[in-house]
């Protein structure tokens, strides 16, 4: 009887201690417009956000030209 309680108090613990199931929502924005978005604004870092999306454009570009240029 004694041996009840100590049993019971900590499986009721773990229970209330248990993990979410809700999920949160995904953004409707991709990772590139989120970015975009990011660059725009006045939060220090900005402008190298900015930058760094350029430099990828550009070696996209530059990647997509030699892959026509290869065909």
Do not use: H, N
């Not at 979410?20 to 417009?33: A, G, N, T």
Request: one cysteine or more.
């Amino acid at each position: 009887m004694k041996v009840l309680p100590f049993m019971l108090i900590p499986a009721i613990l773990m229970a209330g201690c248990s993990g979410s199931d809700q999920k949160e929502p995904e953004s409707s924005l991709s990772r590139k417009q989120r970015d975009s978005v990011l660059s725009e604004s006045k939060i220090p870092g900005a402008g190298a956000v900015k930058k760094a999306i350029e430099v990828s454009d550009t070696a996209s570009a530059r990647s997509r030209k030699t892959d026509e240029y290869s065909r």
